[in-house]
């Protein structure tokens, strides 16, 4: 009679198959698919009807009139703005605090209130993406009537926090958009995860250990009984590419706290189901804002990059030319976990360096990979204006800029650069991510960015009579598919806990052979 193997060799045999990896030949086959179907979205062209969501997301009926009338407003009231300084106190610090606690008449604050809805509807590149006139006229008359009930002359406080701030919230959902110091920030989304089930992708399946029994994972439900992914790629602790239970939700969300999982003993083929709960993944800590810092960790260079704001020349120099000094590198880590934003030039002077002058030209077809709207600036008047009112007030024509669809080609790249990014990689450390995932062979590690960038090309304004600063971006930006973008961010290649991506990259490279 043929002999049958006991169910203990059987079971060990399944996991000699499921921990096979491949740890001297390179990058993991199944993890290079899983790079390129993640950059395919910065390289498509939208599927939908361009020209038609040309026209819904531009604000229609402008005239000449209207422009030139709200860009001589603009114009008067930031001239007229006279800003006492303090030192090593911010000026505009200074403005918010100063302003807060004089009272304005009620006829004023409707002037004012017109005023500002004039700004959004001519210069807001998210005013048509959030409804245009259909949303926001009865949102300014609401204000009116909320106005009509509070007292005459209002504190400035209180027109703040009571009459602007509430209904735009509402409405808004836009990480850059804030009156005063209040955001219209975007639901944020981030990481959950559950570390304690290993899993791999086999020829049966996704696999896993339950009770010291290989199981597969037949089914994952939320609380609400809906079926999702639930199973992401990482890097284990001990820096082997893997999979794991979690997904990205919103903070809000507690149903993505916990899921239900279904699974199947590999030898005795019983079912069964068991919650799994999940942890929130927060970013790091703020970090020292640093432009630029260079070290070797076991013989990788790894460059950390958070902060991209005034510098010396010198330092500036210095970052520059690090881009041009890691073309000869064939694996260095860029470390973006925290980058809160920056000089729009930094990135491209990097790139310029690292890649070349013909791909930063490629990357300006369209800098981020997405479909760019850009709106008018509304400290500009339109190019079909009065000559006189050009020269009298010296404002130059504005640039109308049609829309633009990402280049379809990736940038060639021979080297291997990982990149690190966290929940609080945003703005202009979102567009780095966007200029990277359109080079070869860049391998992202961490979480998604904050999702910043859905509108950018930020003005500032005074508004009239309360004095308070308005600011929010002129143009738009949407990905080729049309999804979220504001407050989801970029995804990264493998999900890691922030705060052990880099010990966990280091061993990853050592484990798979990426430095030799």
């Not at 999982?261 to 919650?275: L, M, N, P, Q, W």
């Not at 076991?298 to 958070?306: C, R, S, Y």
């Not at 308070?468 to 989801?488: A, C």
Request: charged share 20%.
């Amino acid at each position: 009679m043929k002999s049958i193997a006991p169910p203990i060799v059987i079971f060990a045999a399944i996991f000699i198959l499921m921990a096979c990896d491949e740890r001297s030949s390179g990058i993991p086959l199944e993890l290079h698919e899983i790079m390129l179907r993640n950059r395919t979205d910065s390289i498509s062209m939208p599927l939908w009807p361009f020209d038609e969501t040309e026209m819904a997301f531009l604000t229609p009926n402008l005239n000449v009139e209207n422009d030139i009338r709200i860009a001589e407003i603009v114009r008067r009231q930031a001239a007229r703005i006279i800003v006492p300084t303090v030192p090593g106190v911010s000026p505009f610090a200074i403005q918010r605090i100063s302003h807060l606690t004089s009272f304005i008449e009620h006829a004023k604050l409707v002037s004012e209130i017109y005023f500002m809805f004039d700004l959004l509807r001519y210069g807001y590149a998210g005013y048509q993406y959030f409804g245009g006139d259909d949303v926001f006229l009865p949102l300014r008359k609401s204000m009116l009537e909320k106005l009509e009930g509070l007292p005459n002359p209002l504190r400035v406080s209180s027109y703040l926090t009571d009459i602007l701030v509430p209904p735009l919230r509402d409405v808004i959902a836009d990480n850059h958009f804030m009156v005063h110091d209040r955001r219209m920030e975007a639901p944020r989304y981030t990481l959950f995860m559950n570390e304690d089930f290993v899993i791999r992708n086999t020829r049966n399946g996704f696999m896993t250990e339950v009770d010291n029994s290989a199981h597969k994972i037949l089914e994952i439900t939320a609380r609400d009984g809906q079926p999702i992914e639930g199973i992401l790629p990482t890097l284990t602790a001990q820096g082997e590419f893997a999979w794991t239970f979690g997904l990205m939700a919103s903070v809000s969300d507690f149903n993505a706290r916990e899921m239900t999982v279904s699974f199947e003993d590999a030898i005795t083929g019983e079912r069964h189901s068991r919650t799994v709960h999940l942890r929130r993944i927060d970013p790091l800590p703020r970090r020292t804002a640093t432009l630029l810092s260079q070290r070797k960790i076991a013989g990788v260079t790894v460059l950390e990059h958070t902060y991209g704001f005034s510098y010396a020349p010198e330092v500036l120099a210095e970052f520059f030319y690090s881009g041009d000094s890691m073309r000869n590198k064939s694996l260095f880590v860029l470390d973006l976990q925290g980058h809160r934003g920056g000089f729009r030039s930094l990135r491209h002077e990097w790139l310029r360096g690292y890649a070349g002058e013909d791909s930063v030209n490629i990357l300006a077809l369209n800098e981020f990979g997405l479909v760019t709207f850009t709106s008018m600036e509304l400290h500009r008047v339109p190019p079909d204006a009065v000559q006189r009112f050009v020269d009298e007030t010296e404002i130059a024509p504005p640039d109308w800029i049609l829309p633009t669809v990402p280049p379809n080609q990736i940038i060639p790249n021979e080297n291997l650069v990982i990149v690190l990014m966290d929940n609080e990689t945003s703005s202009l450390g979102e567009m780095f991510v966007a200029h990277l995932r359109q080079l070869e062979n860049v391998l992202f590690v961490g979480a998604n960015t904050r999702g910043a960038i859905a509108f950018t090309s930020i003005v500032r304004t005074v508004m009239p009579y309360s004095e308070l600063d308005i600011m929010f971006g002129t143009t738009l930006n949407l990905r080729p598919n049309l999804s979220q973008l504001e407050g989801v961010g970029f995804m990264p290649d493998l999900w890691v806990p922030p705060g052990e991506s880099l010990e966990r990259v280091l061993r990853f490279i050592e484990r798979y052979g990426l430095a030799r």
